[in-house]
């Protein structure tokens, strides 16, 4: 079974939406983190905003990541687009969460969640999370969309943590195991 990891650049105050205020803390110990994420993944599932942006600006790309984007199987949550056209998209337009649920249960390795900060409230909603990698950026930046939303509320595990010499600081979690009832 895979396990589905979404991950995500954090502002210090919660904001995760157009994060180019991250460059500036650009490192290859970063790097590295990411390359190994995407290691250990074989499909990404994304929300339509974040699939646009990355339909737009990976094809033509010469960075690193550009071939294993390009290549990797993707599905893209929407229920507005009419086609993705993006080398191995599927659209998922019904029935979404048990769609997801039947990924999940396919071998392979995990399915990442890049952005898609609606996408992951309603994934995370459903209990199909199993893994946030959050890397916090020391950053406050005031506005913008906020990865969770008001009045969501969860309980994580801390899986491990990574400092790095940017000030960025990496934070696996894990959905906490329900309380047991007495």
């Known amino acids: 079974m895979r396990k589905l990891v979404v991950t995500e650049?954090?502002?210090?105050?919660?904001?995760?939406?157009?994060?180019?205020?991250?460059f500036e803390f650009r490192s290859d110990k970063i790097a590295k983190f990411k390359g190994d994420e995407q290691f250990e993944s074989d499909m990404l599932l994304l929300g339509r905003i974040t699939y646009e942006g990355f339909a737009q600006a990976w094809p033509n790309s010469t960075?690193?990541?550009a071939d294993w984007m390009n290549s990797i199987p993707k599905y893209v949550?929407?229920?507005?687009?009419?086609?993705a056209d993006w080398n191995n998209s599927t659209i998922i337009r019904e029935n979404i969460m048990e769609e997801v649920?039947?990924?999940?249960?396919?071998?392979?390795?995990?399915?990442?969640v890049y952005g898609s900060g609606t996408l992951v409230d309603s994934l995370m909603e459903a209990g199909l999370?199993?893994?946030?990698?959050?890397l916090i950026f020391p950053v406050v930046v005031?506005?913008?969309k906020r990865l969770?939303?008001?009045?969501?509320?969860?309980?994580?595990?801390?899986?491990?943590?990574?400092?790095?010499?940017?000030?960025?600081?990496?934070?696996?979690?894990h959905p906490a195991a329900p309380e047991e009832k007495n």
């Open 9 to 22: 650049f954090v502002s210090l105050d919660g904001v995760m939406e157009a994060p180019s205020w991250t």
């Open 63 to 65: 960075d690193k990541g």
């Open 77 to 83: 949550v929407t229920i507005t687009l009419a086609t």
């Open 101 to 112: 649920a039947q990924l999940k249960q396919q071998d392979g390795r995990n399915i990442l």
């Open 129 to 134: 999370v199993d893994e946030y990698r959050l």
């Open 142 to 144: 005031g506005s913008g």
């Open 148 to 173: 969770f939303k008001d009045n969501r509320t969860a309980k994580l595990k801390l899986a491990s943590s990574q400092n790095f010499d940017t000030g960025v600081t990496a934070l696996i979690y």
